[in-house]
């Protein structure tokens, strides 16, 4: 097997090469790219809010964000937002695989949107399973509402939507076409063939064969 310029070790008798997975993400990285894939959690959020904020703090230069996402929890995606929000340089978000429920919202706060053409997005609010005495359980009921009317507020205000249109549509679970993504106001074009799109480290999603 052959290694790409500049990966480090194993090619000519030198010592084991790294992860290769982590030699990617370093090197995208440095090209000041990062990338959110499979669960959207809160472990996920941390690691890439902290990635976001260094890029932020060591650069002018845009951010690009990739995603390929089809789950997760509106506190992590909001808490993504936040951070987008507030960043002083443009974060140009593309997308290739799937972008699902909360993953949805990190996708239209970006400064430039950008969906590949068999990119597969649905709008739906996450389950929550919550348990504990009866007080306990409604503040934690209480808690997601709330979550939730910020997260549909955001969304309306990020795609040109009327929020009762938002909230319909997820309740409904409804499925996106690329394009059907543009004309939604989730994203600004469906990349052509001569989009600059790097692979994703990370766990693929999807079905496996039996």
Known sequence: ????????????????????????????????IVSLTGNLDDE????????LMTLDATGDDPVRLQIDSGDGTIAAALAI????????????????????????VVLAVGSHR?????????????????QGHARHVEQLAAMHLDRWQVFCARLSEATGQPVDRVREDAARGRFFSAREAVLYGLADEVAGPDARLHQLPGRPIGFAPR
Not at 44 to 51: E, K, Q, S, W, Y
Not at 114 to 130: D, I
């Open 1 to 32: 097997m052959t290694m790409p310029a500049g990966f480090p070790g194993g090619v000519d008798g030198g010592p084991e090469p790294p992860d290769p997975r982590a030699w990617m993400q370093r090197e995208l990285f440095e090209r000041r």
């Open 44 to 51: 996920a959020a941390n690691t890439l809010g902290v990635a």
């Open 81 to 104: 937002v936040d951070i987008v929000d507030v960043m002083g340089v443009p974060v140009r978000v593309s997308c290739i695989g799937q972008v699902a429920g909360p993953a949805v």
């Open 114 to 130: 950008s969906v590949s053409p068999h990119t597969r997005l649905r709008l739906f609010e996450p389950p929550v399973e919550v």
